[in-house]
């Protein structure tokens, strides 16, 4: 715990699935033992924002759903891409073929159109068909200058019922079959983690992000000068949950 | 046709799909026009050989459904990779969890078995869901050393209704969340031309490789030093066809 010695903490950005909770297709999913209690004692003793990748469900969604799984925390600090990455489409005039989540087709209801000059992908799971990758691959293969947004870019992510693919590797598929560009938005772009300290009136050097996830979470933040810790809970199977970690931060 | 001066020709290879005809999902498909003359032509004049990634019927399948539209050929002579890849299988000990076309599946019935330790995809169209790729990503992240095996790795093909995503891309998908390593048999593979090229009594410097895929036929073919012809027809939506190459080589 050397580091936290050099520069004190005095804000934690989390994660939220497989940190706070594992998510389930078919229910609320389930609080990861002792997640509750150590968001309430983070929120008593410093600043706390939740930085998720999630696109499958609304902000709103996403804050009631946590909130009736016993967590204390509030709407306004939970930042999801979906609505950075509308703003991002409006700014450029993109039109998307979407490639998202049921549950998250009305956060795009602003930015579609006719004749679709991108594409935007987001953990879509069971959206993710032959049929609607083959349609996307096609809106693709007619442009001059192909381009894909993502919403995240994970290779997987903790399902109650076992690792799920994430929206990374179908986006490697339509780039490899069109050589389009990508643009990830979310986790681990810079600017996602920077909305959410600058909301909390910090700089990178104060705030501590804990995550599951080596590429999203941990790289993302370390590759831009943001401390982090890995989770071994979520993909990973509980070993270090973020009750223990904050015990051995006081300790 | 400088290249053709050097060395006589006394054999062609020629890809099926998107030379000989375009597929349909259903249906028999369409023969391109002058590519029944031109297979007649050069079977008068030359040997000749088909290799085809085609994995979504038998060869059997696949010769009658050619003769059917026109062709005559020999189902000897067609070389597609399902039989290489059930050998590989057996000699590696290998079980595939198959993501493959519904076609396909009986080809592979004597290499499939009880907990899979290994992928094998072909172009499986609709077989590729959110489901099935999950199973099979749940299969590679429980492996030591995860495998994919691939019956060629097309970027896409060109179906009567349009282009369509090809084994490739879904098969990146599948390494880029599980870091699994990739074998492919059937072309770019060098084993897989060399087996028709033999079949002819011929060497690779004695034969012309005619295909529409930059990677699989062209590319294949010249990284091995075998002379390659792309086509635009199939996924180039038709400017040289077969029949005028053959006018231009007589020329």
């Given at each position: 715990m050397e580091a936290f010695r050099c520069n004190p903490v005095r804000g934690f950005l989390l994660d939220i699935t497989g940190v706070l909770y594992?998510?389930?297709?078919?229910?609320?999913?389930r609080a990861i033992p002792g997640s509750i209690e150590a968001v309430n004692r983070l929120y008593s003793e410093s600043r706390v924002r939740f930085v998720s990748n999630e696109s499958s469900e609304s902000r709103y969604d996403l804050a009631k759903k946590l909130v009736k799984l016993g967590f204390n925390l509030k709407e306004e600090h939970i930042f999801t891409p979906a609505p950075i990455a509308v703003r991002y489409l409006k700014q450029h005039a993109l039109r998307p073929y979407l490639l998202v989540h049921q549950g998250a087709l009305k956060e795009f209801a602003d930015v579609v159109g006719e004749e679709p000059n991108c594409v935007l992908m987001g953990d879509a799971e069971e959206t993710f068909s032959y049929d609607t990758m083959n349609q996307a691959f096609r809106v693709l293969a007619k442009l001059e200058d192909p381009l894909i947004v993502t919403v995240g870019f994970g290779k997987f992510y903790q399902r109650i019922?076992?690792?799920?693919?994430?929206?990374?590797?179908?986006?490697?598929?339509?780039?490899?079959?069109?050589?389009?560009?990508?643009i990830t938005i979310g986790k681990p772009a810079e600017s996602f983690f920077m909305t959410a300290?600058?909301?909390?009136?910090?700089?990178?050097?104060?705030?501590?992000?804990?995550?599951d996830d080596i590429v999203s979470d941990i790289g993302g933040a370390m590759n831009v000068?943001?401390?982090?810790?890995?989770?071994?809970?979520g993909k990973w199977r509980c070993s270090v949950v973020l009750m223990d970690f904050l015990i051995s931060l006081a300790a």
């Open positions: 594992n998510s389930s297709p078919n229910s609320l999913g019922d076992g690792p799920c693919l994430d929206v990374g590797g179908f986006a490697k598929a339509l780039q490899y079959a069109t050589d389009a560009r990508i300290i600058d909301d909390m009136g910090l700089s990178k050097e104060d705030v501590v992000m804990i995550g000068g943001i401390r982090a810790v890995q989770l071994r809970t």
